[in-house]
């Protein structure tokens, strides 16, 4: 599903989108409290952006 978020990359826990009244701008961040790092995205004025960009994961693949 398209707008479905990916799990932290990080722990593996529930990602959630926020949204900033004062900035009117989205976010999506690592809801897991017990997360050593909780990444998250800059803030986009366009929710699928921020969905987009936070879904985006490096290969495993390494160049030889």
Excluded: H, Q
């Excluded at 826990?13 to 004062?22: L, V």
């Amino acid at each position: 599903m398209e707008n479905e978020l990916k799990p932290c990359p990080f722990c593996g826990g529930d990602a959630i989108i926020d949204y900033g009244m004062g900035i009117n701008k989205y976010w999506v961040l690592c809801d897991n409290e017990k997360c050593g790092l909780r990444p998250m995205t800059d803030a986009y004025a366009n929710k699928s952006v921020a969905k987009k960009v936070w879904n985006r994961r490096a290969t495993d693949e390494r160049a030889d």
